[in-house]
Every structure is written in structure tokens, then in C-alpha cells.
């Protein structure tokens, strides 16, 4: 299972909008409504900010929306905050009932 | 409050062996699937295996045959159990709590290092 693809990096300057991709194939988000999004700091553990392709979870700003078209998966932060600076991480749920994870992107705030 | 805490990382030599443990607390254990995942230093994230609720288990290719994963309903714990150990098996190791397909709980991690 190959890890699907996501751009090393990506940045704005605070209140602009930044969106990430995470493009992968017909056996795993093309097929499947099962795309989550992770926040990872440096040397942290990863905290989930969607789930189920859009779904926020409880405390998780509404600045952070996530969709999907086809094979490819979208985080969008909107209003981007110093703190949002962090690497991103798609994952999805596949047809050999396993997991993948994307390739990471960091988001640089200027 | 909903907590994963890993333990049983350590030094070991190539075609070692290493059982890790991940003890959950602050919810009602049983059902959720359990997710193990990995870092290897400066790399991504890694999806390594997973145990649903009735124990049947999941796991990547480049580990399945090495590792194997159980869970114990009544101590609210799930242990990964690495054999046949590689240098690239060296990662930080975290435990995640499954909800609706996505990690919601994490532990922060325990250190795996294979090395001579």
C-alpha cells in the first residue's frame, strides 16, 4: 500500500486561506468517505482535526473544513494563525481493510 | 480524562524482539479499535496495525508475519508484539483510539530502537 500524496509544504500569511491535498487512488479515498486529517507540532503527538472527509471533532476551530472529489482529499485553513504552523498528515481507510497515512505537508505561517 | 499511555520501548539488536504495551483509562475500553502507528526520526507518520473490537487483527505489509497485536477487554490494554526486529522498525511508537475512522486519542509515544 503506497502512501498517499500530499505536498511537502505549504504557507500564507496570517488570515489567508491555505488548502492541502491528499490525493491517493480508487481503493482507498476515491472509494471511501473515510478521510481524517491530523495537526502534528514538532514533538508532539498527533491530534485529529477531521474525520469522515468533513466532520470536525468537538474543540477543533471551524476555521479547519475538510472535502473530497474522486481520489483526492482537501484540508482548507482558513484565517491561518501562528499557531496553525504545525505538519499535516491525511489518512485513510482502505479496501484491504488497513489504514494509510499521507505523506505529511507543512504549513509555514509567514 | 481519556488517556493512552505506551510503554515497553527500548534498545534492541537486529532480529530482536520487543513487546509493546498500550493501557488506555478515562473510557469504557471494549469495542474501540485500537490503532498502532509509527515515526521513524524525521520521517511521517506510518499506519502499523490495528485490532478491532471483537480482536481480529490488521496490519501493513512490511510487518505482518513479524508483529502480532492482542488486547486484554479486562485491563484496558493492547500489546504490539515485534519480532524479527529491523533497523527500520526504529520509530517512535504511538497508540490511537479509533471513533468513526478517525485516530481520536493518542498516547505520546514510546522510543523503538533496533540497532547492533
Known amino acids: 500500500q503506497s502512501a498517499l500524496t500530499q505536498p511537502p509544504s505549504v504557507s500564507g500569511s496570517p488570515g489567508q486561506s491555505v488548502t492541502i491535498s491528499c490525493t491517493g487512488t480508487?481503493?482507498?479515498?476515491?472509494?471511501?468517505?473515510?478521510v481524517s486529517w491530523y495537526q502534528q507540532p514538532p514533538g508532539t503527538a498527533p491530534k485529529l482535526m477531521i474525520y469522515?472527509?468533513?466532520s470536525r471533532p468537538s474543540g477543533v476551530p471551524d476555521r479547519f473544513s475538510g472535502s473530497k472529489s474522486g481520489n483526492t482529499a482537501s484540508l482548507t485553513i482558513s484565517g491561518l494563525q501562528a499557531e496553525d504552523e504545525a505538519d499535516y498528515f491525511c489518512?485513510?481507510?482502505?479496501?484491504?481493510?488497513?489504514?494509510?497515512f499521507g505523506t505529511g505537508t507543512k504549513v509555514t505561517v509567514l | 480524562e481519556e488517556q493512552m499511555v505506551e510503554s515497553g520501548g527500548g534498545l534492541v539488536q537486529p532480529g530482536g524482539s520487543l513487546r509493546l504495551s498500550c493501557a488506555a483509562s478515562?473510557?469504557?475500553?471494549?469495542?474501540?479499535?485500537i490503532h498502532w502507528v509509527r515515526q521513524a526520526p524525521g520521517k511521517g507518520l506510518v499506519w502499523v496495525s490495528r485490532?478491532?473490537?471483537?480482536?481480529?487483527?490488521h496490519f501493513v505489509d512490511s510487518v505482518r508475519g513479524r508483529f502480532t497485536i492482542s488486547r486484554d477487554d479486562a485491563k484496558n490494554m493492547v500489546h504490539l508484539q515485534m519480532s524479527s526486529l529491523r533497523d527500520e522498525d526504529t520509530a517512535v511508537y504511538y497508540c490511537?483510539?479509533?471513533?468513526?475512522?478517525?485516530?481520536?486519542?493518542w498516547g505520546q509515544g514510546t522510543t523503538v530502537t533496533v540497532s547492533s
Open positions: 490511537a483510539r479509533d471513533r468513526k475512522y478517525g485516530l481520536e486519542v
Open positions: 478515562g473510557f469504557s475500553f471494549s469495542g474501540y479499535w
Open positions: 485490532i478491532n473490537g471483537d480482536g481480529s487483527p
Open positions: 480508487s481503493s482507498d479515498i476515491g472509494n471511501y468517505n473515510r
Open positions: 469522515e472527509v468533513s
Open positions: 489518512v485513510s481507510y482502505t479496501s484491504s481493510d488497513t489504514y494509510v
